[in-house]
């Protein structure tokens, strides 16, 4: 692979092929560059730029300050092969083992699913809902995957007591894992969402991030969701979609204290039918909208 284009390859690490080795580090920058674009890469430029930091184990800041740097052999073979599995559609946080999530890093890897920016809003929900309260909240995070929204509530309330559920055993390792490097006391459960919510005392806060993606629509995702990220975390259970906000919504006023609040992120076409079912539960219930402007979050109060 040349800087021009041409070829077939990520930056090249073969000692067979010294003509086209990068003479520096911007050089082999625009060659992965290059290389995930003709791959079909929707975000190449940024991508490669965040893989390429990863092999030379710097972040992406630092990346540009060492432009003008040789590269050395082993740095070579390790981007082109982080190159190579990205333009075979993994996910870059799933290679580079970390995703960021309210500005912090949290680990993850192919058995819980990666942190997405919009589920942000529920911290910021939660964050507005609790900002005057006095005594210490109890919080529910159900289904906590990476342990993201329950350690980053555990971090920005820190007056919370916060409890996180998922059924899988591996999710909950990736969270303790992150809990523990990122300082945060939360206690993990190990059972059914909905049968956590009901069982101790009533809840300030509970939030959720449930699978809510069709089954039917599993051929319409992008590869590198279908084809990577764990099915149970993404599949609406019983061919349902609503089968969460409605299991959900029936509980709430059971496992919520009065003035509490429930939220539920919603799938992207969901709005509608989620505030219908929503306000069978609470005629308050409304749906807030993320930064695209997409109907992302279900309010529930008690
Ligand atoms: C969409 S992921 C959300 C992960 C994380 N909260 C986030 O926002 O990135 C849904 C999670 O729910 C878990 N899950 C699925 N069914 C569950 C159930 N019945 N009870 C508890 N957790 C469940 C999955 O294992 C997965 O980790």
Redo the contacts with the bound molecule.
């Keep these: 692979m040349s800087a021009q284009g041409g070829d077939t390859g990520p930056p090249s690490a073969s000692s067979s092929q010294t003509a086209e080795r990068p003479r520096n580090v911007g050089e082999m920058l625009e060659r992965a560059r290059a290389f995930l674009e003709r791959k079909g890469v929707e975000e190449a430029r940024l991508d490669a730029d965040l893989l390429v930091a990863h092999a030379l184990e710097v972040d992406r800041l630092h990346l540009l300050l060492r432009l003008e740097e040789p590269v050395a052999e082993e740095e070579l073979v390790r981007a082109r092969s982080l190159l190579q599995r990205r333009a075979a559609t993994e996910p870059v946080a799933y290679i580079t083992g970390a995703r960021e999530?309210y500005g912090r890093s949290f680990g993850v890897c192919s058995g819980?699913?990666?942190?997405?920016p919009e589920?942000e809003l529920i911290v910021d929900l939660a964050r507005d809902h609790l900002a005057d309260r006095e005594q210490a909240p109890r919080i529910l995070?159900?289904?906590?995957?990476?342990?993201?929204?329950?350690i980053t509530l555990a971090l920005e309330v820190s007056s919370a007591t916060v409890h996180a559920?998922?059924?899988?055993g591996e999710?909950l390792e990736v969270a303790r894992a992150n809990a523990t490097s990122l300082d945060a006391e939360v206690t993990w459960l190990e059972?059914?969402?909905?049968q956590?919510a009901g069982d101790g005392a009533p809840w300030d806060l509970i939030v959720?991030?449930?699978?809510?993606v069709n089954p039917a629509e599993r051929e319409s995702l992008a590869p590198e969701v279908r084809d990577h990220e764990?099915a149970?975390?993404?599949f609406a259970?019983e061919d349902d979609v609503h089968y969460w906000v409605r299991s959900l919504a029936q509980g709430a006023r059971g496992w919520l204290r009065s003035g509490g609040l429930m939220l539920v992120?919603l799938g992207h076409e969901q709005g509608p039918a989620a505030l219908e079912l929503g306000r069978q539960a609470d005629p308050e219930a409304r749906v807030e909208q993320d930064l695209a402007g997409i109907p992302r979050v279900l309010v529930l109060g008690a």
Aim: charged share 15%.
């Design positions: 999530f819980v699913l990666i942190p997405r589920t995070d159900i289904g906590t995957g990476s342990g993201c929204l329950a559920v998922d059924v899988s999710a059972q059914d969402g909905l956590a959720c991030n449930p699978p809510y764990p149970g975390a993404l259970p992120e």
